[in-house]
Structure formats: C-alpha cells, structure tokens
C-alpha cells in the first residue's frame, strides 16, 4: 500500500530565510509525486509534479522539488520565504489523480 | 466563472437534517472527487466519479450520498449526520481519473453538524 510521511508538522522560516519542507513515501513503484499547498479557508492548489525525467522539478511561486529514490523523498523547497508562503503544504503520492494517497501536511509559518 | 466552485461555504445542520453540497467545475474535467478533510487527519478520499460513473467509494457511511448528474456538477447529499462529520468537504476535479493528473479544487464546505 502506498503511504506518505511529511516528518515536520509544524516549520516556522523567517522571511528571506530558505525553506525545505521534507516528504518521504512508500510505493511498490515509480511513483507520481505532489506537492500542494492550502491557505486558510481556501482549497488545495497544486505547486509541482513529478511523473519521470530530470529529478529536480519546478512548481510554481519558485518553489522546486527533487525526487530522490535512493532515499524514497520528495523533498520541497524554496531559496527564499515570502510572508505570502504561510500556509499547509502537503506532499502526495499516487497513481492516480484521485487515488492520491496525502500525508498529513506541514504547517509553515513565516516570521517578519 | 473559472475553476471549480463549491456552495454553500459553511453549512451547520442538526443530526436529523437533510442538506446537500454542491461543486460545479468550468475546467471540462471528466473526472470528479469529494475528499473529507478533518483537523488533526490527512485527506480522506470518499468517492471519484469519472465520466458521471462512480468509480469509487472508499467505504464511506451511507449518511452521505453522492449524485453526478453531469460532468460538470457532483453533489453530497446529507442525511443523520453525526457530529464526528463535522469537516471541511472538499470537491476536486480532474481531466480523467486515470493516472498522473493534477486534482485542482474547490475552496471547501465547512461543515459544522450539532
């Protein structure tokens, strides 16, 4: 069965500051891999995917992710936190778009 | 309207009501989910419709009740709820329901059940 573990519940980055956010996943196969983000009281939205190719994938709002299989992660990203970025991110894993399977998110805080 | 649009946003319903949600995708999308998101859980998948056929339905309680009368609409009718239902229902789409596509959702009803 697949499954998806985001370690951190709870990351707090000064602005400007560089952000990792780490997933790690269980599969029996290459997996589709997700990154999402949710800010309060919206609905999820898709930052990037990776289905094959170059491991090191680019989303949107400079956030960036690299698949890395040796070490079962997908692993997020970004060189420099803007206020805007606090929200819930979360890191899934499927074969399917809606057989995704989601880890429990990771809660970013941004202090000024 | 772009997008996908769910109503009502909040939703606050006695165990003895009736009440449905409603999602509305403009995208052409083919493939439709409701996902259950609660505090302190990960999102739970309830039902995926493709092509207005329900291909799943992750062993969800009969209290909730899907209809997709087309691809554009899906509801989740509503009926002697408890009050560990009280969540944040969300309704994705997606261009089909096969592997690899992007789900983009609806900003969520919140449901509060008394």
């Known amino acids: 069965a697949q499954s998806v573990t985001q370690p951190d519940i709870h990351i707090t980055v000064s602005e400007g500051a560089s952000l990792e956010l780490r997933c790690n996943y269980s599969y029996g196969a290459t997996p589709y891999l997700f990154w999402y983000v949710q800010s309060p009281g919206q609905g999820l939205q898709l930052l990037l995917k990776y289905f094959s190719g170059d491991t090191l994938v680019q989303g949107i709002k400079g956030f960036e992710a690299e698949f890395k299989r040796s070490q079962s992660s997908f692993n997020l990203r970004k060189p420099s936190v803007h206020w805007s970025d606090a929200a819930e991110y979360f890191c899934a894993v499927g074969r399917g778009a809606g057989k995704s399977t989601f880890g429990d998110g990771t809660t970013l805080t941004v202090k000024p | 309207e772009t997008g996908v649009t769910q109503t009502p946003r909040h939703l606050v319903m006695g165990m003895t009501n009736k009440k449905s949600l409603k999602c509305e995708q403009h995208l052409g999308h083919n493939a439709m989910y409701w996902y259950k998101q609660s505090a302190k859980k990960p999102l739970e998948l309830m039902f995926v419709y493709s092509l207005e056929e329900r291909v799943e339905n992750n062993s969800v309680p009969s209290r909730f009740s899907p209809e997709c009368p087309n691809s554009s609409h899906l509801f989740l009718h509503l009926h002697t709820l408890q009050p560990e239902d009280s969540a944040l229902y969300l309704c994705?789409?997606?261009?089909?329901?096969?592997?690899?596509?992007?789900?983009?959702f609806g900003e969520g009803s919140r449901l509060t059940v008394l």
């Open positions: 994705a789409s997606s261009q089909d329901s096969r592997a690899g596509g992007e789900l983009f």
